[in-house]
């Protein structure tokens, strides 16, 4: 006689920044042993993969992880970890103090931690005739830029970003263009249009709640802004 195989539960929520409607379930043991193997190697890529497997795993293939917006991912992977093993995390967090190597810890509703996003628009006039189309940095492109300098950075982030131009007459997908093309146009743009397009990436949505803690070590009461997905991966 065959053993019983537990059913998971399913749960349903909205995206906060691409809007999609995403059905899951609550990662397996399994799924959980990958998770803790990652973050134990501390390796910003191992944690990521991991990460984009779990995701793939609970949505049943339905959603292509690399392709979500970084707030997306982060958004979900919580809610996720709230559902499978609790909705309440104990973080730790360094003292702010110069010369305190101590830490506080904190409990955090999972519920409560919200992607920032800002009221921008995604429209950025480079010239009196051409106009760029943006989107947020999906997960793919924040991958293949993960360990590059800052230089080198750029392109793979703004290949992903930049959805198409608009001039007088014409409208340019970029899905229609080679990489090659595109980082043509990149190096074609001036210090001032570049300026522009990076402005948009300084407000990209993120994962971000306050937190108030006691130094363990020097006693000091303190504050912290958690950002991404690092701060919530426990």
């Known amino acids: 006689m065959a053993l019983p195989i537990q059913t998971a539960p399913s749960y349903t929520l909205t995206l906060p920044v691409s809007k999609q409607v995403v059905k899951f379930r609550p990662f397996l043991v399994k799924e959980q042993r990958s998770l803790l193997v990652a973050r134990e190697s501390e390796e910003t890529k191992q944690i990521l993969n991991a990460v984009l497997d779990m995701i793939s795993a609970v949505t049943d293939k339905t959603v292509n992880p690399k392709k979500m917006a970084v707030g997306d991912l982060e958004y979900l992977f919580l809610q996720i970890r709230a559902k499978s093993v609790g909705e309440t995390a104990k973080i730790n967090v360094a003292c702010q103090e110069k010369d305190c190597n101590g830490w506080g810890q904190v409990d955090v509703d ?103 803690y006691t130094c363990t070590k020097c006693k000091t009461k303190q504050k912290k802004v958690l950002e991404g997905l690092n701060n919530f991966f426990s």
């Open 110 to 212: 999972l519920n409560e931690v919200e992607v920032d996003i800002e009221d921008i628009d995604n429209k950025v006039e480079l010239s009196d005739n051409l106009i760029a189309e943006l989107q947020y940095p999906n997960v793919d492109a924040v991958f293949k830029a993960e360990g590059l300098s800052e230089a080198d950075s750029v392109k793979p982030i703004m290949r992903g970003s930049i959805v198409r131009l608009f001039d007088e007459e014409n409208v340019y997908d970029f899905a229609d263009y080679s990489n090659s093309e595109i980082d043509e146009f990149i190096d074609s743009l001036t210090v001032a249009q570049f300026e522009k397009v990076s402005e948009f990436f300084q407000n990209v949505p993120t994962l971000r709640h306050e937190v108030e």
